[in-house]
């Protein structure tokens, strides 16, 4: 198999998860159960991906420009700065590390 052909046979099968979505009842949607499940859900999905891609590389940890990052734009985040400035700021934190200390 081909890396293009698993990319379409994936692609197609999320497209079908979403579709399917749609036909789940309104009913299960309104439980107080499965919103809540949902949101953790969410959260959860959002930190681990977070994990993956700003503490690893080459299959291992790294410690490198992106970890003051993170922690430039969680307090940022802190003092509720508008999503673009908490981007910017830490992208551009993330260029002087590499700039001065290489990486």
């Given amino acids: 198999m081909t890396l293009w052909l698993g990319i379409l046979i994936a692609s197609a099968a999320v ?14 949607l309104n439980n ?10 969410t959260v959860a ?3 681990a991906l977070l994990g993956v891609q700003g503490l690893t590389g080459s299959g291992e940890i790294q410690f490198d420009a992106r970890i ?4 430039l734009a ?4 802190y003092f509720r700065a508008p999503f673009v400035v ?6 551009a934190l993330a260029a002087l590390i590499r ?5």
Avoid: E
């Fill in 15 to 28: 497209y079908s998860w979403k579709l399917l979505g749609f036909l789940v009842p309104s009913s299960v």
């Fill in 32 to 41: 107080p159960k499965i919103s809540r499940i949902a949101n953790l859900l």
């Fill in 45 to 47: 999905l959002l930190a």
């Fill in 68 to 71: 003051p990052a993170l922690g």
């Fill in 74 to 77: 969680a307090v940022l985040l």
């Fill in 86 to 91: 908490m981007v910017a700021a830490s992208a």
């Fill in 99 to 103: 700039l001065f200390f290489g990486g």
